[in-house]
Structures are given as structure tokens and as C-alpha cells.
């Protein structure tokens, strides 16, 4: 399983249920694992508080869904904050992330419990389904989680906004919407092919679709550069320019690791003005203001990218 948890709760509510939690638990390190009947309220609630204290917990209720629903509904918050929980029938046929599936890994649990138990995993989160690109799916594996106390973003980042931009990014994978904005900066005649083939590059290695670039922005001192106006129409994107004072007078925006601020060049702060001009641009033409890579720099070409 590539979700691992400080803490697993495994909670039966049938004699079926009680026989089946055995074979649920051993999915998982032993050392982690509770097994407890039914799940009362106080057991439930500090749960959640373990898990928005920032450990990662799994709630397992082997009942039917309706007595899972009920059991953790006056607890929900956050898919920010909350727990991740699946539920097993008690016959052992499906199992079911019902909560925190892409944040809290309650996907990949069902898929590892009901491999174990030879189960039909029911994942019905629309990116999974579909195999498009997920920004939080994404930002964990980069080793930037999302969670309520992690510190790769802003504190003034609150959890309705970052689930704001999280929905935004993944509705638009989904349908298709060109939603992410590319800064780059690149020397004075740079040649097209090159420029394109970096870009393109990057994004291959960050495993960011290419396809979903929706503008391409640099310093207005770049406004006559032919391989930022072709790099524009490689990906099929807009194209837009911003004035050193643009640039600099940025103001609410969300970085993705753990600096809270700008990447730095004395270099480029001399030459143009702007201490950096990618991922300036990238979050000023960004609908969001998300910066979710941050510069990459390569033989006089930068590049960075926001949502």
C-alpha cells in the first residue's frame, strides 16, 4: 500500500462484521491498528481531533453504509482535515472510500483493503475514474501535502480556499479547461525550438499536463521575442506581458512549497528590473494564484507554473 497512517480504527457492528475485522487489520502494521465494536461518538470524535492535529488516521467501519454515514457525520470539517475512512460490507464484497480519498488516502486504502480481501473497491472520484490529472493527487506525490498543518503553504492560505482551488483545478482537468498559467523568461534571441522543447521538457518531468496550459506570460521586455509568441502557439494558449511594476506589486498569492516568497536572481533583478521574472509572470496571469512549480532554470531559459 503506498498510504501509510499513524493510526487505523477498525470498527465492526455485526458478528459478520467482528469475524471480518481481522482480515481488514492485517492490511496494515499491527503496531497501528485498533480493533473496537460499534465506534462510540467520543472514540469517533477523537479521531478526527488526531487527524487535524496533523496524523495521518483511517477509520475502517466493516457495516453498511448508512451506519457509517451516521457514525461520522457530526464530526466532518474539511477534506483538508478529516480523517480518511472506507467502509466493508460485512459479507466482504466492497469496500468504499467515503471520505478524504485523495488528501487523507482513503482511495488507495479501499483499493489495498480489497485486494486483501479479494473485494470489489468502489472508488467513485471522478479523477480516478477517468485518469485525469488531480492537483492534490499531484502535490502529494511531489512530497507537498495538502493537509491541515502542512507547511509548504502560506498561513493565509485557509482550508476553504485551498479546497476552492483544488475543485477548480481538478473540475478543469476534467472537462478539458485550459487553466494553467506558464511564466518564462529566456535570453534575448532565443531560438523557438529550444524554448518549446524546454517547456515541454518540464512539464514531462514534473508530470504536469501539457494540454492544460491555458497562457503563456513573460516580462513585456520579451513582447518582440518570437519563441515566447511560438512557444504561445505550441500550446495552443494566450499570450500576455506585464510591466516590471506589475510584476513586482503582486500581491495575495499562494506558494506551493515551503517559501513564501519569490525566487531570487541579482542577475535578472539588474538586467530587467524584476528579481524574477517566471514565476512573477506565471502567478500574475494565474486565475487562482497558486504557484505550483516553481522555477526551473536551463541554459538562459526559465520556466514556472500557477494555476
Known sequence: MT?????VLVFSCSPFGEALSGRVSAVF???????????????????????????RVLLVFVCALGICVRK????????FSDPAVICVDDAGSFVVPVLSGHVGGANEAARAVASSLGAVPVVTTSTDLHGAWALDVWAEKKGFPLGPL???????CSSGRLSEIVRFANSSSLSSRKVLSVGVGCRRGCESEKLIGFVE?????????????????SI?????????????????????????????G?????????????????FVLETVGVDCVCERCAVAASEKKF?????????GMTVAVAV
Open 201 to 217: 521538457s518540464f512539464f514531462e518531468s514534473e508530470s504536469i499536463p501539457f494540454k492544460m496550459i491555458g497562457r503563456i506570460s
Open 250 to 266: 503582486i500581491g495575495d498569492w499562494i506558494p506551493l512549497d515551503a517559501s513564501l516568497s519569490f525566487s531570487s536572481s541579482p
Open 29 to 55: 502494521p499491527l503496531s497501528s491498528v485498533r480493533l473496537l465494536k460499534n465506534g462510540s461518538a467520543s472514540v469517533i470524535e477523537s479521531a478526527f481531533s488526531e487527524s487535524r492535529s496533523g496524523k
Open 150 to 156: 502542512s507547511s509548504s503553504l502560506s498561513p493565509s
Open 3 to 7: 498510504v501509510s497512517f499513524d493510526s
Open 291 to 299: 504557484l505550483i512549480a516553481r522555477k526551473r532554470a536551463f541554459d
Open 72 to 79: 461520522i457525520a457530526p464530526f466532518l470539517e474539511s477534506k
Open 220 to 248: 513585456d521586455l520579451k513582447r518582440d521575442e518570437k519563441a515566447v509568441a511560438d512557444l504561445a502557439r505550441a500550446a495552443s494558449s494566450e499570450l500576455s506581458f506585464f510591466s516590471k511594476e506589475e510584476l513586482l
